[in-house]
């Protein structure tokens, strides 16, 4: 079993910068693969991107577009997602998510352990 807890949401002005963080419980997390997916309301939970046990990293290209950076440190249990140049339509709940095999790992229904979210919100 693990547990996923999201932190740095938040408030944020247009072209502003937020780092989200992700803290993972279990002694197993460096097996792990982990995701960021995002969800507003009246939309489906969407991929942002994904880093493998391996360190492999995965973006969505459209909602990304070189803006965002995920990254994990193990000995912390942790895995980051650093946003930069934000947007309005970048307005979600945000969810960390967990895998012990992925095959692609863009799909929610890969994912076996989900974060409770955190919001951000960009004013434009």
């Known amino acids: 079993q693990v547990q996923l807890v999201e932190s740095g949401g938040g408030l944020v002005q247009a072209g502003g910068s937020l780092r989200l963080s992700c803290a993972a419980s279990?002694?197993?997390?460096?097996?792990?693969?982990m995701g960021w997916f995002r969800q507003a309301p009246g939309k489906e939970r969407e991929f942002v991107a994904a880093?493998?046990?391996?360190?492999?990293?995965?973006y969505d290209p459209d909602s990304v577009k070189g803006r965002f950076t995920i990254s994990r440190d193990n000995a912390k249990n942790t895995v980051y997602l650093q946003m930069n140049s934000l947007k309005p339509e970048d307005t979600a709940n945000y969810y960390c998510?967990?895998?012990?095999?992925?095959?692609?790992?863009?799909?929610?229904?890969?994912?076996?352990?989900w974060g409770q979210g955190t919001q951000v919100t960009v004013s434009s």
């Open positions: 998510a967990a895998a012990r095999t992925v095959v692609g790992g863009r799909s929610p229904g890969e994912y076996d352990y």
């Open positions: 279990g002694r197993t997390f460096s097996s792990y693969n």
């Open positions: 880093i493998r046990w391996n360190g492999g990293r995965l």
